[in-house]
């Protein structure tokens, strides 16, 4: 599997992306600067986390419109697997290749710490390897990560079962209380209608490893393997 990571001026989440797909893929992925026009061949693009452009305006706005975005959504349009975790979920909302919005933390505060997730769809090809309504624990690490649709919005993603993965506790319940953000119905990634972009505010490139929180987060990277090699 080729992959390509998208650098963009504030990413610092590059590296952690490199390592994690050099580690399952066994092969380093192209590191692309944001102000190149072309991309390499690749079956996968990854937007990765940080503070592009240093959140100005709105977190990802900015780097939503680099040179590079257009051949990115261009290829995405064309079907090639575009993977966004975090501040590259921000850009993804920013383009409209994905729906709604991403809001400031219901507690107004940048958040860091380990959070459960329940894999909703896994029937894609990121997350195929994960069992249905499987719980991981993965770190998070933003201020702006309050996903927003409204109820129509919503209802229509749920009916093309587009909600990747949901903040919940250890044990898979979906509460209040595991809602690390305030996002709506606990939605921490969602897919495009046809599964073939997916955006997240969880790090799942930051538990890939046996001593990091017992790599739970692998299965992504090895779904992707599997859908992509």
């Not at 240093?54 to 079907?79: F, T």
């Not at 495009?192 to 739970?216: C, L, R, W």
Request: glycine letters at 8%; a negative charge.
């Amino acid at each position: 599997m080729k992959s390509a990571i998208i650098l963009f001026p504030g990413s610092n989440r590059e590296k952690d992306m490199e390592m994690a797909l050099t580690h399952v893929t066994g092969h380093a992925p192209h590191i692309v600067w944001h102000k190149d026009s072309a991309l390499p061949d690749c079956d996968l693009m990854v937007l990765p986390g940080g503070f592009s452009y240093g959140d100005y305006l709105r977190c990802g706005a900015m780097a939503a419109h680099s040179p590079i975005m257009q051949e990115v959504i261009a290829r995405a349009h064309k079907g090639v697997r575009l993977l966004a975790v975090c501040n590259g979920f921000q850009m993804l909302v920013e383009t409209g290749l994905v729906p709604g919005a991403l809001l400031h933390n219901r507690s107004m505060k940048f958040m860091c710490k380990q959070v459960h997730l329940r894999v909703e769809n896994n029937t894609t090809d990121f997350t195929n390897a994960f069992a249905k309504h499987q719980v991981i624990q993965v770190p998070i690490a933003h201020g702006e990560g309050n996903y927003f649709i409204d109820a129509d919005g919503l209802k229509a993603m749920e009916d093309k079962d587009q909600i990747a993965f949901r903040y919940c506790d250890a044990s898979g319940a979906i509460t209040d209380a595991a809602n690390a953000n305030g996002s709506v119905s606990n939605i921490a990634g969602v897919f495009n209608d046809s599964k073939t972009i997916m955006g997240m505010m969880p790090h799942p490139e930051n538990a890939v490893t046996p001593h990091a929180n017992g790599h739970q987060g692998i299965g992504l990277f090895k779904s992707l393997v599997e859908a992509l090699a």
